[in-house]
């Protein structure tokens, strides 16, 4: 993919940058190790006044980066204000809470004596230069809820971000530089995909992390594994949504909606396939696709748009692949399952797609088993609670699930047997900077946000004090 803005609601290429070469990349690395040795030490006073500089910025740019997200990636242009509003909330969190999170860890003395100690304590030091790999359908907060923890930890970032949000990724490394940060703190890298590897196996380059699609996490995983290198990894989803017979189907219907097509249905947390008891199934059902069906399709920097287009046209490719071949072996589209008609004013050349419901899944479908990146819902109707969480689990992903219950005995049976790194119970599925954010399975590993994130690249350093040493 060539390092282009390109408009996804028309097709237009507004700007393509050059790649960084070899020697380019070599000084921002050798930059960002640089910066490291002298930032580790600087105090977290001096560490959030930055950060609650870069959030003051953005709150003053929010409009202005909205729109570049927008023309970019094709969010709508609401989205990408609320994005920019939880950016700023997310780094003053940190701002507020990192050294706390990072504080020395007292064991009992008790438990310790019997080794020799007179006191033993944990500390958590910074690891150094981490390479962010990350993808387009946030550029904003995928990039942040990495960052701001790891600044505030001490360590010191290079991003390469995904080749059609080079401006977002420009605009990271100036609002950084703006607020304070040491010039090495933070650097991005326009570099393709292929050039990712050589980045990563250079020595001063100590970790990594990732959010993006599978063979892309595979790729990084493979390369620091054989480095013996720290990486986090968040990647697909096919999250359920479970409706049982004592939730508010009329609630659960409406949040269904915005679940499935939060930012034009490209989320890895999306809810993606819609687990219905047969009590409630057909109630439910009507509801969501009247739902599904009355979202408006549009020009993302409209006020009034709901859904914009996919990010690619490949994006939309694949996507209506996973349709017809789910509608040929027998699925019925309850609505959509198109592309719109008659958007008129350019937006023919863009890459829309209607709003899509699918009842009738089996197994046999690839959708099934596939991620669904754009606005498709697939619904399935079950008999009870087991068959419910045996039809949840039944994928390769786990990264969240959306349970709607007042029952506590099934909450309490979800929340034991459903394999996500989380369950979100009568509400729809969120990040949020107190909460540790990542999957399991093939979803990926390690944890983002809140205590969990920030400590996942730092060296849980043991510090042990003998008699003599006190």
Known sequence: MPIATVNPANGELIRSFDALGEEETE????????????????????????????????????????????????????????????????????????????????????????SGASRALVRYRPLGVVLAVMPWNFPLWQVV????????????????????????ALYLEDLFHRAGFPAGCFRTLLIGSGAVEAVLRDP????????????????????????????????????????????????????????RVQNNGQSCIAAKRFIVHTDVYDAFAERFTAGMRALTVGDPLEEVTDIGPLSTEQGRTDLEELVDDAVGRGAEALC????????????????????????????AMRIHREETFGPVATLYRVADLDEAI?????????????????????????????????????GMTASHPALPFGGIKRSGYGRELAGHGIREFCNATTLWYGPEAS
Request: glycine fraction near 8%; aromatic fraction near 6%; proline fraction near 5%.
């Open 390 to 426: 045996h039809l949840a689990n039944d994928t390769p992903f786990g990264l969240s699930s959306n349970v709607w219950t007042r029952d506590q005995g099934e909450q309490e049976q979800c929340a034991r047997d459903l394999e996500a790194g989380g369950v979100f119970f009568n």
């Open 27 to 114: 000084r921002r690395i050798t930059a960002a190790a640089e910066t490291f040795r002298q930032y580790r030490t600087t105090p977290f006073e001096r560490r959030a006044a930055w950060l609650n500089r870069a959030a003051d910025l953005l709150d003053e740019d929010r409009d202005t980066i909205a729109r570049t997200m927008t023309v970019e990636m094709g969010k709508p242009i609401t989205a990408a204000r609320a994005e920019a509003a939880k950016c700023a909330k997310a780094m003053r969190w940190y701002a507020d809470r990192a050294e706390g999170l990072l504080a020395d860890e007292h064991p009992d003395p008790a438990d310790v004596t019997d």
């Open 145 to 168: 809820r990495f960052a701001a923890p790891a600044l505030m930890a001490g360590n010191v970032g290079l991003l390469k971000h995904a080749s059609n949000v080079p401006q977002t």
């Open 204 to 259: 001063r380059v100590v970790a990594a992390t990732l959010t993006g699609s599978e063979p892309a996490g595979r790729a990084v995983a493979a390369t620091a594994g054989d480095e013996v290198k720290k990486t986090v990894l968040e990647l697909g989803g096919s999250d359920p949504y479970l409706v049982l017979p004592s939730a508010d189907v009329e609630k659960a219907a409406a949040t269904a909606v915005t679940a």
């Open 336 to 363: 959509g399952g198109r592309r719109p008609d008659k958007l008129g004013g350019g937006l023919e050349n863009g890459w829309f797609y209607e709003p899509t419901v699918l009842a009738g899944i089996t197994t």
